[in-house]
């Protein structure tokens, strides 16, 4: 059974200050990753990584994730690698084909975003370019000289089985109501896709709630945590840290996620159970 990990998603002011703070707090508690999303309102990812690697001394960084369509691949390669090389393989390459809201960064920023299957069929033509150019394969590109593990976030069938086939770590883009059925249902087609790599790919979820927290980001999307416990939705965790830990211990038994994440607002509240399941 794979053990747990960890990880904080940040995206707070872009204060050195504050930021440094964060990231140094997330170490301490004990968590596995600092994660930065990829949008226009919040920091630009790489240069967030950068801040915080750099204060930290086991602490991974790694995007959550990456607009693919936003990005050339090459220079994706380029930059994930130095940060790679300057913090001895501290680093993990999340990448996805875009959330709907990233057509309007895409038009902020002057570029083209695509139809989905353009943007899926984009991706998949990405990470395997990336994967080689980290690995070397190319003599005169700087390699990453590490191992950097590629997580593809994936929802539709075509990318999930595409993610079983390429990926390191699989991030599941599920709905907040999302509960355990419905998740292995999910999770089955991953299996079934993976073929000779079952058991080596890691299982990643966000969790979007601790307890009954309501965040105002949760109430401008129209979540009720209290409500999607009650559902059974595998987003959101309630009760004692011994009685969430128990929760996840299921819900790595029967669906086999190992890779929680949580928002940075609540990982002092949710320090108990990482704790409680660092050896779990």
């Given at each position: 059974?794979?053990?747990?990990?960890?990880?904080?998603?940040?995206?707070?002011?872009?204060?050195?200050?504050?930021?440094?703070?964060?990231?140094?707090?997330?170490?301490?508690?004990?968590?596995?990753?600092?994660?930065?999303?990829?949008?226009?309102?919040?920091?630009?990812?790489?240069?967030?990584?950068a801040a915080a690697a750099a204060?930290?001394?086991?602490?991974?960084?790694?995007?959550?994730?990456?607009?693919?369509?936003?990005?050339?691949?090459?220079?994706?390669?380029?930059?994930?690698?130095?940060?790679?090389?300057?913090?001895?393989?501290?680093?993990?390459?999340?990448?996805?084909?875009?959330?709907?809201?990233?057509?309007?960064?895409?038009?902020?920023?002057?570029?083209?975003?695509?139809?989905?299957?353009?943007?899926?069929?984009?991706?998949?033509?990405?990470?395997?370019?990336?994967?080689?150019?980290?690995?070397?394969?190319?003599?005169?590109?700087?390699?990453?000289?590490?191992?950097?593990?590629?997580?593809?976030?994936?929802?539709?069938?075509?990318?999930?089985?595409?993610?079983?086939?390429?990926?390191?770590?699989?991030?599941?883009?599920?709905?907040?109501?999302?509960?355990?059925?419905?998740?292995?249902?999910?999770i089955d087609r991953v299996i079934?896709?993976?073929?000779?790599?079952?058991?080596?790919?890691?299982?990643?979820?966000?969790?979007?709630?601790?307890?009954?927290?309501?965040?105002?980001?949760?109430?401008?999307?129209?979540?009720?945590?209290?409500?999607?416990?009650?559902?059974?939705?595998?987003?959101?965790?309630?009760?004692?840290?011994r009685k969430i830990a128990d929760?996840?211990?299921?819900?790595?038994?029967?669906?086999?996620?190992?890779?929680?994440?949580?928002?940075?607002?609540?990982?002092?509240?949710?320090?108990?159970?990482?704790?409680?399941?660092?050896?779990?």
């Amino acid at each position: 059974m794979r053990g747990f990990r960890f990880g904080v998603t940040h995206a707070g002011p872009p204060d050195m200050a504050s930021w440094t703070a964060t990231a140094m707090r997330v170490e301490s508690l004990g968590y596995d990753t600092f994660l930065v999303p990829d949008t226009l309102n919040t920091p630009a990812p790489l240069a967030g990584l950068a801040a915080a690697a750099a204060v930290t001394s086991t602490l991974r960084v790694g995007t959550w994730v990456l607009c693919d369509p936003l990005r050339n691949p090459r220079a994706v390669a380029w930059e994930i690698g130095s940060l790679a090389r300057m913090t001895g393989g501290r680093v993990e390459l999340g990448l996805g084909a875009g959330r709907p809201a990233a057509g309007e960064d895409a038009r902020r920023l002057g570029l083209g975003f695509g139809t989905g299957s353009e943007r899926a069929r984009q991706l998949r033509a990405s990470v395997p370019l990336i994967r080689g150019l980290l690995d070397g394969v190319e003599p005169d590109f700087p390699s990453a000289g590490h191992r950097v593990p590629i997580l593809i976030a994936a929802s539709g069938p075509r990318l999930l089985e595409f993610a079983a086939q390429a990926a390191d770590i699989i991030a599941f883009g599920w709905p907040p109501d999302t509960d355990e059925d419905r998740a292995r249902s999910i999770i089955d087609r991953v299996i079934a896709a993976d073929g000779e790599r079952a058991g080596e790919i890691e299982l990643a979820a966000g969790l979007i709630a601790i307890g009954d927290e309501q965040h105002p980001w949760l109430r401008r999307l129209g979540v009720d945590p209290v409500a999607l416990a009650a559902a059974g939705a595998v987003t959101v965790v309630t009760g004692s840290p011994r009685k969430i830990a128990d929760t996840l211990l299921r819900r790595r038994d029967r669906l086999g996620l190992s890779y929680i994440t949580i928002p940075s607002a609540s990982a002092e509240a949710f320090a108990p159970v990482v704790e409680l399941l660092a050896t779990g």
